[in-house]
């Protein structure tokens, strides 16, 4: 799906997303960002890359499904219909495994659904340096995102082997 299709199907659904991105930077919405007249389909985008844990009352490691969890619990859900939360650890001086939670909230379903990724599983995708690895993640989200029917993710329309794990109504439905 291009931007631009992602826009129209999303504008055409009266789909408002509020995005909070953390430990990656924000490349979710950077990539909605080069979208014209995304501010139809963004409500807002937050990084509260050093204030999560304070913010939300986290006490349990950031990049979690917990973590995630909490903060599309304790997120007031007013003005949008569409909640994204994602944590990823990527690679800085010290080699980590890469990888990475993302919630999924829609309005219609209230549900959410839970997704972890590991970044050295993807195929097709550069993990070679630190800024390629943000930009990738921000692609992984949006494939996910533009295959998402509010209910569930169809993982065979997605570009990349990179799901671990799906949690949903606190079922774990391995990938």
Excluded at 23 to 43: D, M, Q, R, T
Excluded at 110 to 120: A, E, G, Q, R
């Amino acid at each position: 799906m291009t931007l631009e299709d992602f826009f129209f199907f999303f504008f055409s659904l009266n789909r408002k997303f509020k995005i909070i991105e953390i430990g990656a930077g924000v490349p979710f919405a950077e990539k909605l960002f080069n979208i014209p007249g995304c501010s139809k389909i963004i409500y807002e985008t937050e990084s509260p890359y050093g204030s999560a844990k304070e913010k939300y009352g986290i006490d349990c490691r950031m990049v979690s499904q917990e973590a995630v969890r909490t903060i599309i619990e304790k997120t007031d859900k007013t003005g949008f219909n569409i909640l994204v939360v994602t944590s990823f650890q990527i690679n800085s001086k010290e080699r980590v495994v890469q990888h990475g939670w993302i919630g999924i909230w829609s309005e219609e379903f209230n549900f959410p659904i839970y997704l972890h990724v590991t970044l050295s599983n993807c195929s097709n995708l550069n993990f070679g340096n630190r800024n390629d690895t943000i930009k990738n993640v921000g692609t992984i989200v949006y494939d996910l995102i533009s295959n998402y029917d509010g209910f569930k993710i169809n993982l065979q329309k997605t570009n990349y082997n990179f799901v671990d794990n799906v949690f949903h109504r606190g079922v774990l439905n391995d990938s």
